[in-house]
């Protein structure tokens, strides 16, 4: 499996009392099936990459955070190298959205045309400041222009071609 088509879903915050468990960050919309009993997970160094598969044996939410006890991992000195290490899931292992729901890395990079078919630019970020995410188009010419991921504004997601439909509305430019 190669780093670029792994999905990030938590990372190792901490130890958890002396049997091996694990405190896990959350980050992602999933967590109950992510952290299941059974699932095998990537944990990645952020030092040097590399990599170990594992499996989770048990998992309980605990304050935000999930308590994750891996196979094999049976005392606290077995996990404590681990601390900080992120846990990622294969590209071929993604939740199912429902319609009209995206993963950020479909939509970052897309092409964001007019419905008269006038190029925008292309999506460089997400912003989620409330009722509705917030789609920042990289204009040619560096400008931003900030669209709201609204049924009046995005008409058409196109995934497989990387493109998207607007209609701007009056004040958008």
Same mark, same amino acid.
């Given at each position: 499996m190669t780093q670029e088509r792994l999905l990030n879903i938590g990372k190792i915050a901490n130890t958890h009392g002396i049997k091996g468990e694990l405190k896990i960050w959350p980050q992602t919309d999933f967590p109950d099936i992510r952290f299941k009993k059974g699932n095998k997970l990537q944990m990645i160094s952020p030092n040097d990459g590399s990599s170990l598969t594992v499996e989770i044996e048990s998992s309980r939410e605990q304050k935000n955070m999930f308590v994750v006890k891996f196979k094999g991992f049976d005392n606290?000195?077995?996990? %404590?190298?681990?601390? @900080?290490?992120?846990?990622?899931? @294969?590209?071929? %292992?993604?939740?199912?959205?429902?319609?009209?729901?995206?993963?950020?890395?479909?939509?970052? @990079?897309?092409?964001?045309?007019? %419905?008269?078919?006038?190029?925008? @630019?292309?999506?460089?970020?997400?912003?989620?400041?409330?009722?509705?995410?917030?789609?920042?188009?990289?204009?040619?010419?560096?400008?931003?222009?900030?669209?709201?991921?609204?049924?009046?504004?995005?008409?058409?997601?196109d995934i497989a071609a990387r493109k998207i439909k607007v209609h701007l509305m009056e004040g958008l430019l």
């Open positions: 606290i000195n077995d996990v %404590e190298k681990y601390k @900080g290490w992120e846990l990622k899931v @294969g590209d071929d %292992e993604r939740v199912p959205l429902e319609e009209d729901e995206y993963y950020v890395r479909d939509i970052v @990079g897309c092409e964001v045309v007019t %419905e008269e078919g006038e190029t925008l @630019g292309t999506v460089s970020d997400i912003l989620s400041p409330g009722a509705n995410d917030i789609w920042v188009v990289k204009m040619p010419k560096g400008k931003e222009l900030l669209l709201p991921v609204i049924d009046d504004v995005v008409l058409e997601v």
